[in-house]
């Protein structure tokens, strides 16, 4: 298949390109990035006049429920809906069901991936058997099945003596190990931030220091092995100043944040709604502020979906009885694009948090626009409008936070491997 | 808060009586007014009102409980309505799927109220989103919530003692943390314009940023009594010494516990009021609870009032008219 995109502006801010220009695709890759190519007869031609193309968008973290909970969502709805935002390559955590802790859970997701082929798939494998976070996972045969790093998911690690070794070990076979920092006996069961909204609302909360000594743990753990650690999902200001002194101290590690934490706070709970009910919870407006900060100082350097779609009942209850997470992945890109147009961040951060830099901390070749490189990009109208409507949503999961936001900038086209995998037209 | 106040209906009228939270002063004084009217019903020899003649009311269970229950029951019954009692026991499977079959069946049974007791923060709000518009809902005590029919009789009590509530100091003592009761009392206080609200209790009791409500805390009796003029007790759980909240029940009642010689630091009037059931020597002396201070048995009597109105309320039976002519 051979395309044409015209008259486009290409934005990719890792590789400085910020103009318009008109970009060859033949074979899966980008040919040309110049003027076409001598004999180059396009399939296809896309016009992208008053368009902007992006690299495809890497997204750190997002469930796609298979295998395991496919009454919550499937490979064909989830990767759809990522398509829609413009997203081609997405890690998945390894809390399926069964795990990702064996080559053969690994093979299964490669062949779905394969199957419906609308994003390169990259899994984390287990850190320790069944996440039970006792006995370490097979982390070699899971980099050898195809796991570009290891994870315990949303499940703490409460033997400190587990986590040194899982980290030794990690490190030994050459993994990063992606961390959720939660200390679950601190955080007991609760559902939203400590303070005046759980208060009031009487819900169990959650203490910063669940995230803040959970942190301080592994920091001191990285200073012993050495081993490469990203921290998932920041919450609170507090967890961005811990990972900001410890890279000033030269500790090299790397962390992200989920987009429903840029945008919302415990206050957005309201009259307890489940669609906030979210891990982390959603903090206050100083932690919220804070996370902006560090995204603008390259603290947290990444922004992910951490898409969680729910079948309705599994949010139709009183609050601290739902399931927590949100369905987001089909508005990561206008939701970053509205904390442009709010002044919180430019353009071009934006768009590296959920392409070229995603993309170094899975250490995927993926995540930018080059000559002979993977055609793997997103075409968006930054002058169309998007109403979310819950009810329309393309996930299986229409548990969005974002009921009724008015946002800009929608996805017209996407490319995988020089395929169209999604156009509006 | 966001969003309008799903309580009341578009002329701002009681539809649903969920919080304390969210309601103005006036309608906590209409409440207060006709359940002065209703207490004398008690009295007659015909103990029964017509006003819910025909109206069968669904007393919801979700978490088990005599006291309430039992006043809701009766409450009902003088107003002659018709009264359904059903305990639901929520097992840890039992989800919001369970929960809303079991709205669909009541529905279908033209229930016109549910009243609403559950173990989970929010349940009230999430079965009000569930229920058709016609049904009213009535929160009886969500998780850590709100038991705002509690601090409603509560002001009651308080009222027919101390009449002004701007001239009052009032503390609450006790396990805040997972009380609803506090929560609902703390609202309706402040609402009411009550000089000052006050929170005793240790560190491990009190939620974080609680003074944004409207409270000034206390961590130990003999300053958090000072002059109050109200000392409201609340029930300590015995499951909260397991955890690492408290270490025992003697040391509880030695810095917490109601004695007759903590409450000398209080004013010479102060009333003591207790929501019950009461732990004798756990967070109240018997000498205060059965004592001259005390008048936890009148807070028992005056909940069934209170019930009367804000059913024949939320059912709108009582017009604001008739109401501002009691007022004069």
Known sequence: MRISIENGKLLDPSNKLDQKQDLFIADGKIVSLEKKPDGFNPDLVINAKDKIVLPGLVDLCARLREPGFEKKGNF????????????????????????????????????RARETNRANIFPLGALTQKLKGEQLAEMYLLKEAGCIGVSNALNAIENTEVLRRAFEYANSCDLSVFIYAEDEKIANNGVAHEGAISARLGLPAIPETAETIAISRVLLLIEQTDVRVHFCHLSSARAVDLIRTAKKQGIEVTADVSICNLHLTDMDIADYDSNCHVKPPLRNERDRVELIEGIRDDTISAVCSDHQPHEINAKSAPFSITEPGASTIEHLLPLMLHLVNRNEITLNRAISLITSEPAKILGINRG?????????????????????????????????????????????????????????? | MTGKNIQLDKNGNLKHFLSIEGLSQPLLHTILNYAESFATVDKRPVKKVPLLRGKTIANLFFEPSTRTRTTFELAAKRLSADILNLNISTSATSKGEILSDTLRTLEAMHCDMFVVRHANSGAAHYITSQVAPHISVINAGDGRHEHPTQAMLDMFTIKQHKKDFTKLSVAIVGDILHSRVARSEIHALNVLGTNEVRIIGPHTLIPKEIEKLGVHIYHDMNSGLKDVDVVVMLRLQRERMRGALLPSEDEYFKRYGLTNQKLKHAKKDAIVMHPGPINRGVEIDSDVADGKHSVILQQVSHGIAIRMAIMAMVMGQINRDENKEKKK
């Open chain 1, 368 to 425: 930018f626009i080059e000559k002979n490189k993977h055609a793997d990009l997103c075409i968006y109208d930054p002058n169309s409008n998007i109403s979310i409507d819950k009810n329309n949503l393309l996930s299986s999961g229409k548990n969005t936070p974002f009921n009724g936001w008015e946002l800009q900038g929608k996805v017209t086209h996407t490319l995988l491997n020089g395929e169209v995998v999604f156009s509006i037209d």
């Open chain 1, 76 to 111: 064909d709805s989830e990767l759809y809906a990522a398509n829609s935002s413009g997203i081609t390559s997405i890690s998945v955590p390894p809390d399926t069901t069964p795990v990702i802790d064996t080559p053969a859970v690994v093979e299964f997701i490669h062949q």
